[in-house]
């Protein structure tokens, strides 16, 4: 029995105001192994996001089932933390404030609080700026306290939503080697959703392609690379197959795809 | 370029030059008066007006009359903070409470606090109580609206990111919703003592024996023009004041808050 399994996993939105119900998922199975680090790359639009905040139980499948260790997901857990691409930091809490709003809510003693918080803050290098508002912080610096403040509530599960997505390409590439450090101390499962194959590569152990309209797996790629992973590891011959396989899946999409234009042009026309 | 970026030096210049033209309306106003354009009964200069104004203050007329305004603006203006954020609260929680006010609100809320007046004076008299109810009718909507708005507005996926913390439906309500919404509801108060000292001198010029408003309509009765010119500067500076005194308090209060006030860009 695996971590996460979800089993012909579908999720079908009501359309509002009548219009037609978007299927967002058609069927979707999935096994994930604990502490493996998931990487989803599809086009947009292909559910990605509908799973990551159903595995949160901040959604519900509208069929199939969803477990972890072998429990339903029926809402959501402190053990299962989500980081939005948006950040979505509390604006009137400091540095601190925000990373200590979990273990706080969760009834977790004071001075447990602090010790967890002063570690993730030298975890996630941000020593110095405890007392700083989410304002005075550069978008890598917020999405570095999105992630302390995730795992303050020692989660089994990270869900990352491209939580690189929003920054630019140098930040974004000191992030995934930082998460990487991070997610080998914190010792849980990720599942990361990205746009960027490299990325999905050098973090993952695996990597989950999705398909859409409706959303469903389309292959998965296991990356047989060694951990810790540095910088270099992009230009290694291994690391270009897996990026030309990955690429080739996706591509492979668009050429047979021409079903996948069809609605959204019928839906202008509408 | 940005003004924003200019020098510290730059803007101290700034704030002196605001005194410029109160200080060229009054050397104006003195001189019109003192060249005998205007006869003084119809605009009295402003040296004879502060005189006035001096003598008013010492005999404690002009803080008598204060008092007893700013009594019933607090009165009203306190009443309307609490009915009204506390709705606003329930209907932004809701949709059922929503449905049965909103008409209510709906209706209330386009009419003229003035169009009460009749009324009010005729179930409660022409005491404090109809002055009340009417400043509280005048803050009351600003401050609900701004409740709801900023309640339904927070971001859904604040929410979530709250939820999959932890935090059940009360931490989220606490920590989460009112804090996130406090920048509206601080600005719904701040509209609201504008609308206070609005109806508040409208309904004291209509029927009082105290009070500003009555203070300026009893000096026009008895055709006293530097009276009645006293009375508009103490409006005016107790207006101003009051308006700094809850700008302050804003920023104090959202001292977190920018432009960027949920962390993105
Ligand atoms: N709350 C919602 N209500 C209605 N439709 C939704 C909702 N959330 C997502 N969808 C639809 O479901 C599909 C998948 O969305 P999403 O999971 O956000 O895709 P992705 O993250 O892969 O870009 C899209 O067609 C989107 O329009
Ligand atoms: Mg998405």
């Known amino acids: ?270 | 370029m940005n003004p924003a970026l200019k020098t510290n030096n730059r803007h101290s210049h700034r704030t002196w030059r605001k005194f410029l033209s109160p200080i060229l309306l009054i050397l104006t106003w003195e001189i019109t008066t003192r060249a005998g354009l205007v006869e003084s009964w119809f605009l009295p200069g402003p040296f004879l007006v502060f005189k006035t104004l001096y003598g008013m203050t010492i005999s404690g007329e002009v803080p008598y009359h204060t008092a007893i305004s700013m009594g019933r603006a607090a009165a009203g203006y306190l009443a309307a903070a609490v009915l009204g954020i506390g709705l606003g609260l329930l209907i932004a929680w809701s949709i059922l409470i929503e449905d049965f006010f909103d008409p209510l609100i709906e209706l209330i809320r386009p009419l003229s606090s003035f169009a009460l007046v009749p009324i009010l004076f005729l179930w409660f008299g022409v005491g404090d109580t109809s002055k009340i109810i009417l400043i509280f009718k005048s803050c009351f909507f600003p401050i609900l609206l701004n409740t709801i708005a900023g309640i339904k507005g927070v971001d859904k996926k604040l929410i979530m990111a709250a939820k999959s913390l932890g935090a059940n439906e009360g931490q989220l309500w606490i920590r989460v919703l009112i804090p996130s919404a406090l920048p509206m509801i601080i600005t719904g108060l701040r509209i609201s003592t504008a609308m206070a000292m609005m109806s508040l001198v409208g309904v004291e010029m209509l029927s009082s024996d105290s009070g500003l408003g009555f203070l300026v309509i009893d000096a026009q009765r008895t055709f006293d023009t530097q009276r009645v010119f006293a009375g508009i500067i103490v409006l005016s500076v107790v207006g101003f004041t009051v308006d700094r005194v809850s700008r302050i308090i804003q920023s104090k209060a959202l001292y977190w808050h920018t432009q960027t006030s949920l962390g993105g860009q």
């Open chain 1, 1 to 270: 029995m695996s971590f996460i399994t979800a089993r012909h996993i579908g999720k079908t939105f009501n359309g509002k105001n009548n219009s037609d119900p978007t299927v967002a998922i058609g069927d979707l199975t999935l096994d994930i192994e604990e502490k493996e680090f998931i990487a989803i790359i599809g086009p947009s639009g292909c559910g990605k996001s509908t799973f990551l905040l159903m595995v949160a139980g901040l959604e519900s499948a509208t069929s199939g089932e969803l477990a972890i260790e072998g429990k339903p997901v029926t809402g959501p857990d402190h053990q299962r933390a989500i980081v939005f691409q948006e950040f979505l930091l509390f604006p009137w809490k400091t540095v601190k404030g925000n990373i200590e709003f979990g273990p706080r809510i969760n009834r977790v003693d004071k001075g447990i609080c602090q010790t967890l918080s002063r570690d993730l803050i030298r975890l996630v290098g941000l020593e110095g700026f405890e007392e700083c508002f989410p304002h005075e912080l550069s978008g890598g610096m917020k999405q570095r306290v999105a992630i302390a403040r995730a795992l303050a509530n020692k989660p089994k599960v990270l869900l990352m939503d491209e939580p690189f997505g929003a920054l630019d390409a140098l930040t974004r590439e000191t992030m995934q080697l930082e998460l990487q450090k991070i997610w080998q101390k914190a010792q849980c499962t990720v599942l990361f959703v990205t746009h960027s194959i490299t990325e999905a590569i050098f973090l993952a152990d695996r990597v989950v392609v999705m398909g859409s309209r409706p959303g469903f797996v389309k292959k998965i790629l296991t990356i047989d690379l060694e951990r810790p992973r540095s910088r270099k590891i992009h230009t290694s011959h291994t690391f270009r197959r897996y990026e030309q396989i990955l690429k080739e899946s996706i591509w492979e999409e668009e050429e047979d795809g021409s079903w996948e234009r069809v609605p959204a042009l019928e839906k202008r026309s509408a």
